[in-house]
């Protein structure tokens, strides 16, 4: 009995895994096409941006990357049965998410506020400003919720193997949202002009 649940457990986190990799690839492509039809957009007017992009994108870009680095050594941490270690790494990872959102928000002011860049203006090349970062802001929010779980899994008795796979999934979650995070921000800089 004890083996074919372990055999069902298996195969349901290999379907999940499956799922996950499945939606990476989705959020990418989605991203590809944003990036291609900002491209499209551009090119037909014959000009990017036309604005510099408020140096909260930058700070906001070594937040997320500190962040990767803690779920890095969260995921280590549970490797190595550190499970004290891995909940504090967690708990920094969250909160650099946070701060990253923040940044970002703050970001927006400094457009809308300071800069005068709105999401609706004449050169709809700057709306995809707030559409890039929008739209992975809405995963940060959803990656935020994984890690959540995560912590909270933390907290209580469950097999090494699942905590692990657990790590696994928002550590693939994760990594992607900083890669993206950072194709977008250099997409944008080589199209502020």
Known sequence: ??????????VNLGAKKFNMWLFI????????????????????????????LPHAFRYSTVV?????ITLYLASKAAKQLQF???RLFLWVTFFLGVAF??????AWYILTYKMGVYFVNPNA???????????????????????????????RNIPQVRNLFKMEMLSIFWHFLDI????????????QY
Not at 64 to 68: M, P, V
Not at 127 to 154: D, Q, R
Not at 180 to 191: A, E, Q, S, T
């Open 84 to 86: 004290a270690k891995q």
């Open 64 to 68: 997320i990357i500190l962040s990767s």
């Open 125 to 155: 090349s700057r709306t995809f400003i707030y559409v890039f970062s929008g739209m992975h802001l809405l995963h940060i929010i959803a990656a935020l919720l994984v890690l959540l779980n995560v912590i909270k899994a933390t907290y």
């Open 1 to 10: 009995m004890k083996g074919q649940v372990q055999q069902e457990d298996r």
């Open 101 to 106: 959102l923040v940044i970002q928000i703050y």
């Open 25 to 52: 690839f989705t959020s990418f492509m989605f991203f590809a096409a944003l990036s291609s039809g900002f491209i499209v957009y551009s090119g037909g007017k014959g000009h990017g941006l036309d604005v510099i």
């Open 180 to 191: 993206m995070w950072i194709y977008l921000y250099v997409f944008l800089l080589l199209n």
